[in-house]
């Protein structure tokens, strides 16, 4: 029996600049959840907390004194935070790697909602202990901050091409219409 409807074709998606190739997907939740959950993700992690030796260790000691650590996360949308709406709880990759920090450190977690216009000002006034939320870095950013903080989720570009297409790198697109 054939069909009158028009069949979507194979399409590739790769899964980042990084590597600078397109590659087949990996499926998006195993993929997020080994990316939250990698040793670059922490180290990257302890460098933020531990970012300004002074400042770090009052900021430890002041998490370890109130057994409790505050976060300011982005709320902003899937994948990296969103708010529940049945139960009004935090959730996405920014709460994700919260919740794993407070495990490791031994203490509650507060998940704080921050927007981007106040998120640094949340954090030098005290209000979060450490954010974990999309920013870009500029130089600007790291004299107020006084750190320079580091990546733990890189964004890159995407092309979706045909399966059998012969673009197979990203200069392969080169001189090529994109939309």
């Known amino acids: 029996m054939s069909s009158s409807r028009a069949r979507a074709p194979d399409l590739t998606f790769p899964v980042s600049l990084f590597p600078r190739r397109l ?8 993929a997020f959840m080994s990316s939250i959950f990698s040793g670059r993700t922490w180290t990257a992690l302890g460098l933020i907390l531990c970012a300004g030796l002074a400042q770090a260790d009052a900021t430890l000691e002041r998490i370890n004194e109130r057994h409790k650590v505050s976060v300011g996360v982005l709320l902003s949308g899937p994948p990296f935070g969103t708010i529940d709406p049945a139960t009004g709880d935090h959730q996405g990759y920014n709460v994700e790697l ?3 920090l407070a495990k490791r450190l031994s203490v509650d977690l507060e998940t704080v ?4 216009p106040n998120r640094v000002q949340f954090l030098q006034q005290g209000k979060v202990d450490l954010l974990i939320a ?3 870095w500029t130089p600007e950013r790291g ?3 006084g750190s320079v903080p580091t990546p733990f989720y ?3 570009g995407t092309a979706a091409v045909l399966k059998d297409s012969k673009i197979t ?3 392969d697109l080169k001189g090529q219409p994109v939309c």
């Open 23 to 30: 590659v087949r997907p990996r499926p998006i939740r195993k």
């Open 98 to 100: 919260s919740k794993e």
């Open 113 to 116: 909602s921050v927007l981007a």
């Open 134 to 136: 999309n920013m870009e």
């Open 143 to 145: 004299q107020l901050l």
């Open 154 to 156: 890189r964004v890159g």
């Open 169 to 171: 790198r990203w200069e």
